[in-house]
C-alpha cells in the first residue's frame, strides 16, 4: 500500500516556473515507477511524465517535452515535477500516482497506475 501526497500547486504567469513534489507513504518507492499526470477543466486525464524506480529512465509527453523535469529522491520518498517556460495550456489539477508495473511502452497509460494522490492544482495565467 502507497499513500501519495501531492505538494500545493499555485498560480503563476505565463513563462514561469513551480516545481511539484509528491510524498510516498509505505515501503519499498524504489520498486515503483511514479508517473504524474493532469485534468485540465473539460478534458480527459493526460499523462505528462513519468520516472522508473531507480530513477534512470524518464518518459515526457510531447506538449511538457523540454519544459519540464521528473526527478525522485528514493531516500526520502519523493518525486518532483519542475516545470518551466509554463503556458496557460497547462492549467489542469496534477496528480502523482505509483505503479510496480515495467512496461516502459505502457507508461503514459493511467490504468497502469495502482495509486493517485489527491491532485493539486496549477494554474498559468496569460
Known amino acids: 500500500q502507497v499513500a501519495l501526497v501531492e505538494s500545493r500547486g499555485g498560480l503563476v504567469q505565463a513563462g514561469g516556473s513551480l516545481r511539484l513534489s509528491c510524498a510516498a507513504s509505505?515501503?519499498?518507492?524504489?520498486?515503483?515507477?511514479m508517473g504524474w499526470f493532469r485534468r485540465a477543466p473539460g478534458k480527459e486525464r493526460e499523462f505528462v511524465a513519468a520516472?522508473?524506480?531507480?530513477?534512470?529512465?524518464?518518459y515526457y509527453a510531447d506538449s511538457v517535452k523540454d519544459r519540464f523535469t521528473i526527478s525522485r529522491d528514493n531516500v526520502y520518498n519523493t518525486v518532483h515535477l519542475q516545470m518551466n517556460s509554463l503556458k496557460p495550456e497547462d492549467t489542469a489539477v496534477y496528480y502523482c500516482?505509483?505503479?510496480?508495473?515495467?512496461?516502459?511502452?505502457?507508461?503514459?497509460?493511467?490504468?497502469?497506475?495502482?495509486?493517485w494522490g489527491q491532485g493539486t492544482q496549477v494554474t498559468v495565467s496569460s
Open positions: 520516472i522508473t524506480g531507480s530513477g534512470d529512465n524518464t
Open positions: 509505505g515501503r519499498s518507492f524504489s520498486t515503483y515507477t
Open positions: 500516482a505509483a505503479t510496480k508495473a515495467h512496461i516502459s511502452s505502457a507508461y503514459g497509460l493511467g490504468e497502469l497506475y495502482t495509486y
